[in-house]
């Protein structure tokens, strides 16, 4: 079974940090990219950040580029997004994917909900 379990989400003020998690299982975690990906309800989803399988290559969006940093332990099959600066425009419920491409999401977590208070 494969398994993406994100956490680390909560309710924050603006100006304030959380670091989400992924723990993954039943694939083989070095074989994947990985990807933070929001949505708020109504609107299209957003891909976040990404970071590449092996050659440390990382991906931002524009709108948190120098506030978020992705990360990736393939000893512990974990995935993290530090989230600094917060915004209220970052509240979102905060998916992982993992794909075996650049820009392709094979599987899916259930996600973690992110909001941030004015």
């Known amino acids: 079974e494969v398994q993406l379990q994100a956490s680390g989400g909560g309710l924050v003020q603006a100006g304030g940090s959380l670091r989400l998690s992924c723990a993954v299982s039943g694939i083989t975690f070095d074989d994947y990219a990985m990807s933070w990906i929001r949505q708020v309800p109504g609107k299209e989803r957003e891909v976040v950040s990404c970071?590449?399988?092996?050659?440390?290559?990382?991906y931002y969006a524009d709108f948190v580029k120098g506030r978020f940093t992705i990360s990736r332990d393939n000893t512990k099959n974990t995935v993290y997004l530090q989230m600094n600066s917060l915004k209220p425009e970052d509240t979102a419920v905060y998916y992982c994917?993992?794909?075996?491409?650049?820009?392709?999401?094979?599987?899916w977590g259930q996600g973690t909900q992110v909001t941030v208070s004015s």
């Open positions: 970071t590449s399988k092996s050659d440390g290559s990382t």
């Open positions: 994917a993992a794909g075996v491409y650049p820009g392709r999401y094979d599987y």
